[in-house]
């Protein structure tokens, strides 16, 4: 399997919990931001955005939390699966770039 | 209902071949970019494309070529591989250049070069 996991902040949770996995992003002026989840052998698949306006955004199970005074964005998962094992991005996009910069990820361990 | 597909899922190289890692996507998407992964590096751009015939570099550029022939194919060129190239790539894409894009992923080229 691949190693991408290593060396990874890790956080771990049992089935039923609510987790909240942080990230910390470098530039004040990032207008956007994602979470995504990236399963063993896959590619990264989006969960939910947020745009610098908001502070708060909601999907089905998740929550996506934004502070800009401390560039801190967070991901909460409402009962926790273990199909929710997975590494978690987040990533940012600069205004006026077409590019997104990733932070190094999270692994979420849920056990049953 | 394919979206970003990636060719081929495994190569094992030898230092100093060349190769070209394959990325189509069938969602009409004008933006389309490659990332390498490596163990607690995240992702990092290599090269991105605003629309077919513009490409432009990322933060680890060199080594690697891109071209923009078509909206659907983004293929990456390695000149002369080198075992720092060792990763894993990953295609991505989404509808427009400007900001405020999810960008959709291939499930990845794992490469290895000996």
């Known amino acids: 399997g691949e190693s991408v996991g290593l060396h990874l902040p890790t956080l771990s949770v049992q089935e039923g919990d609510n987790s909240i996995i942080n990230c910390a992003y470098s530039?004040?002026?990032?207008?956007?931001f994602i979470w995504y989840k990236q399963e063993s052998g896959k590619g990264p698949q989006f969960i939910i955005d947020?745009?610098?306006?908001?502070d708060k955004r909601q999907g089905q199970r998740v929550t996506v939390l934004l502070n800009k005074t401390v560039k801190h964005l967070s991901l909460q998962i409402a009962a926790t699966q273990p199909g929710d094992s997975a590494v978690y991005f987040c990533?940012?996009?600069?205004?006026?770039?077409?590019?997104?910069?990733f932070g190094k990820g999270t692994m979420l361990l849920v056990s049953p | 209902n394919a979206g970003v597909t990636q060719t081929p899922k495994f190569q094992v190289l030898k230092t100093g071949q060349s190769m070209t890692l394959q990325c189509a996507q069938d969602?009409?998407?004008?933006?389309m970019s490659w990332y390498r992964q490596d163990p607690g590096m995240g992702l990092r751009l290599i090269h991105y494309?605003?629309?077919?015939?513009?490409?432009d570099q990322g933060e680890v550029p060199n080594g690697y070529n891109v071209s923009r022939s078509t909206t659907e194919d983004f293929p990456l060129r390695l000149l002369s591989a080198a075992p720092s190239q060792t990763s894993v790539y990953f295609c991505?894409?989404?509808?427009?250049?400007?900001?405020?894009?999810?960008?959709?992923f291939g499930d990845g080229t794992r490469l290895s070069i000996l």
């Open positions: 494309s605003v629309g077919a015939g513009i490409t």
């Open positions: 530039n004040s002026a990032s207008d956007y």
């Open positions: 947020i745009r610098s306006n908001m």
């Open positions: 991505a894409s989404s509808r427009t250049g400007y900001s405020n894009q999810p960008q959709h």
């Open positions: 990533a940012e996009n600069p205004p006026g770039y077409s590019t997104l910069t």
């Open positions: 969602m009409n998407h004008e933006y």
